[in-house]
């Protein structure tokens, strides 16, 4: 494959490929940008492929040009934007643009990379200046940007700062005498701007490459890659508030826009704190469990006749924020559950709000799992489909005075794991084991190899009554913290000043630390020994 076909491999647009065959012929370095704001703490996927482009430039030996946009991050690209982006503080883009560098370089060569802050230039300019550069362009060349037309056709505002944007990123190209600029399809008129200024002066027109943005509103992205035949690759909860604010970037928030929900969702969203527990105005069928649940039971529909298959679902809840329906708010209305252990943080009564929330959410969650068995029965799949229910985290719900996940106590680590299917014999079972061991559950039940490199652990023989034994131990670990736990005791370091060490069948809630008890010794010191030596 030639460098020219290299570059142009999963390219959306190439301005213009002879150009850019004859710089390749001249033996030299080409100088090729790209441009990031630092408008947030962390890159995206979309980040991932032009950086990945940019890579390729580099291995074939030209020269990358990372432009870290601290004074454009003070306008805010209007790309795609349907409202005037809110302004950061110096300092917020300065500690964005850390976190930005330290990710761009898990792909890029860091030796070879040429790192600028476009602020070098701007903070410089005069007034004089920049009334010179406004006068590259015209109000009607700007309003054929299909999100400025949009907005001036809506009589949505547009700010006289958004139209300098373009003219900023372009005059980036002028400084750096660009060859080559790399961006997303919503990148493409700021990068021809660029061309357009270096034209005006009596520069070499930069080459614009654009890639494809990762949208996926129809919740197919990533589903061939990763072997799945047929699916909704939606957004998480938080991630499809946050990225689809503008725009929806993900098939359940274009489902709220088609039904003119997403505005609806999103105020609720940015109007709750971390114990707010008051009904969303969303309908039960467009809440996103629900919405999730329906889906689940339409590929069940769809799956081929007479052929194995297997189908995961993925509900958002039972998940801050605390949002449910008013026909779940009212399931538990008047009930009063215990209150968090060892808190003191917040009054009684918003506890009990916010833990109603929780258990309606996982009661809705329970009516559809009982809608996917009558599914199953419907479809006579019942007794030969393997049903597993577990969760990826669990919830500190004020426990300890601590809410969320990533603590190593009991109610952020342990999760239910329930298997029923033909021939599972055991009932329940205090034995330990992780989330971890389902891949390799999955693949022993379909009949496929295991691949010895995996640490996932095959539950069918003890599922099937063939072993009373799985694991002797399981570990989990996480920043500073490494736990271990036998099904009865736990050993934590690293998480508090001391280690820790628990009898979690005398003392479940985990308030009485037995490290330095000379009764628990013997205990203490064998699960120690299972974490250091892994």
């Known amino acids: 494959m030639s460098a020219l076909e290299l570059i142009k491999r999963n390219t959306d647009q190439l301005i213009n490929d002879d150009d850019l065959a004859k710089r390749l012929k001249e033996n030299r370095p080409l100088r090729v940008k790209l441009g ?39 306008i805010g690209d209007p790309s795609g934007q349907s409202v005037l982006r809110p302004v950061l503080t110096k300092d917020e883009i300065k500690k964005n643009a850390e976190t930005y560098l330290q990710q761009a370089f898990k792909v890029l060569d860091k030796k070879n990379t040429r790192v600028r802050y476009n602020s070098e230039w701007f903070e410089d300019m005069s007034f004089e200046d920049a009334l010179r550069l406004t006068r590259k362009m015209t109000v ?44 997303g399809t919503d990148q493409l008129f700021n990068m021809l701007v660029g061309r357009t200024i270096q034209k005006d002066a009596k520069k070499q027109e930069q080459i614009v490459l654009t890639m494809p943005l990762l949208v996926g509103l129809d919740g197919k992205k990533n589903l061939e890659a990763w072997g799945f035949s047929d699916g909704i690759n ?15 970037q993900g098939p359940y928030l274009q489902f709220l826009e088609n039904r003119g929900l997403r505005q609806t969702h999103l105020d609720d969203f940015s109007g709750r704190i971390k114990t707010s527990s008051f009904a969303t105005a969303l309908p039960d069928d467009a809440y996103c469990d629900n919405w999730i649940g329906q889906n689940g039971l339409d590929l069940i529909d769809a799956v081929p006749t007479n052929k194995p298959w297997f189908l995961q679902v993925n509900y958002n809840g039972p998940h801050n924020p605390w949002d449910i329906t008013e026909s779940m708010k ?11 252990n060892a808190n003191n943080d917040i009054d009684s009564e918003v506890h009990q709000d916010v833990r109603r929330n929780y258990s309606a959410m996982v009661e809705n969650i329970d009516r559809w799992t009982g809608l996917f068995l009558d599914k199953l029965t419907e479809c006579g799949e019942l ?26 106590y009991h109610p952020s680590v342990s999760v239910p794991l329930v298997i029923a299917g033909p021939n599972i014999k055991h009932a329940q079972a205090n034995n330990p084991t992780t989330i971890l061991d389902l891949p390799a559950t999955f693949l022993d039940y379909a009949n496929a190899p295991i691949p010895d490199t995996m640490d996932s652990r095959s539950l069918r023989p003890f599922l099937e009554g063939q072993t009373n034994t799985h694991r ?9 913290w490494r736990m271990v736990y036998d099904g009865r005791f736990k050993y934590v370091e690293g998480f508090l000043d001391t280690p820790q060490f628990y009898d979690l069948e005398t003392d479940p809630l985990e308030n009485h630390n037995l490290v330095t008890d000379p009764n628990a010794a013997e205990q203490r010191d064998r699960l120690k020994t299972h974490l250091q030596t892994q």
């Open 140 to 183: 009607a060349r700007m309003l054929e940007r299909d999100d400025f037309a949009k907005r001036y056709g809506e009589n949505t505002p547009i700010s006289i700062v958004e139209f300098l944007y373009p003219l900023v990123q372009g005059y980036d190209s002028l400084v750096l005498d660009a060859d080559v600029e790399i961006g």
């Open 383 to 408: 007794e030969n489909t393997i049903i597993v229910f577990s969760s990826d985290h669990g919830e500190m719900l004020g426990d300890q005075n601590l809410w969320g996940k990533t603590q190593p």
């Open 36 to 74: 990031v704001d630092p408008t947030r703490p962390d890159l995206t996927f979309g980040h991932w492929v032009v950086f990945n482009k940019l890579r390729q430039f580099q291995d074939l030996g030209h020269e990358a040009i990372l432009i870290i946009g601290d004074y454009t991050a003070l």
């Open 472 to 480: 002797e131990v399981v570990l989990s670990s996480l920043r500073n």
């Open 330 to 340: 009212s399931l538990y209305k008047d009930a009063q559950f215990p209150n968090p």
């Open 234 to 248: 939606n957004e998480g909860k938080m991630d499809g508030a946050n990225s689809g604010r503008e725009t929806p």
